[in-house]
């Protein structure tokens, strides 16, 4: 199993409340990335991060945002949820120094937003 | 840009037999690599099988292979004796420094 990590697993919250999804690796990967899936459906690369204090937007438009403080977190925070926000998030991360670019997923944070 | 299609949204297959997934991809690079992914039901994405572009023989881990056809930009997976735990969905996925991911198929496995 990877050694990566995502808290909560499972999360219903109100509208308009402030949120924080935790993710952390301890792989030493440089490379860290949130995704946003829904149930059976595609993935849609929203963060990433090549390193500390490196952070850059992904092909989905998210109303989230990221940090990179340290290596081995990589947090999404939800300033006001809404129910649009409702869906599965997906955490990984890759070694940079590794051609293949190998993905490795934490468990998930699903969100429900009421 | 990178694009990864997945044609199958869905698939079934009866216990013990074999099925494939089909993959196909644009690119112009020649050096990449291609992975299929598997994710169980509210479970954890795990990687299922790699391939390296430059390597023409077909990957194969147990009971899961490859059919890499580089000049038709093909990568399916075929999964043989299939099992009840085999039942997920399979990302295909390609990768040249940016990671793209198909829609995935749902495969069912009927006992």
């Known amino acids: 199993e990877a050694d990566i990590y995502q808290t909560p697993r499972y999360l219903v919250i109100g509208t308009g409340k402030k949120i924080t999804l935790e993710c952390s690796q301890t792989?030493?990967?440089?490379?860290m990335y949130w995704y946003q899936q829904d149930p059976g459906m595609e993935l849609h690369l929203i963060h990433y991060?090549?390193?500390?204090?490196?952070?850059e937007k992904g092909d989905l438009s998210s109303e989230s945002t990221v940090s990179r403080i340290r290596t081995e977190h990589f947090p999404l925070t939800l300033e006001s949820a809404r129910p649009s926000h409702t869906s599965q998030y997906l955490c990984?991360?890759?070694?940079?120094?590794?051609?293949?670019?190998?993905?490795?997923f934490g468990e998930g944070s699903r969100l429900t937003v009421l | 840009a990178q694009t990864v299609t997945q044609s199958q949204p869905e698939m079934s297959v009866q216990e013990a037999e074999t099925v494939t997934l089909s993959c196909t991809y644009d690119?112009?690079?020649?050096?990449?690599?291609l992975f299929w992914y598997k994710q169980p039901p509210s479970r954890q994405m795990i990687l299922v099988i790699r391939?390296?572009?430059?390597?023409?023989q077909n990957a194969t881990e147990n009971r899961f292979s490859v059919n890499f056809q580089k000049a038709a930009k093909s990568f399916s997976l075929k999964i043989s004796d299939s099992q009840l735990g085999d039942a997920a969905m399979y990302f295909c996925?390609?990768?040249?420094?940016?990671?793209?991911f198909g829609a995935g198929t749902r495969l069912t496995v009927k006992p």
């Open positions: 996925a390609y990768n040249n420094n940016d990671m793209r």
């Open positions: 792989m030493g990967h440089d490379k």
């Open positions: 391939q390296e572009a430059y390597k023409q």
């Open positions: 690119t112009s690079e020649s050096d990449y690599y």
């Open positions: 990984a991360s890759s070694d940079g120094h590794q051609n293949t670019g190998e993905l490795f």
């Open positions: 991060s090549y390193g500390v204090n490196s952070t």
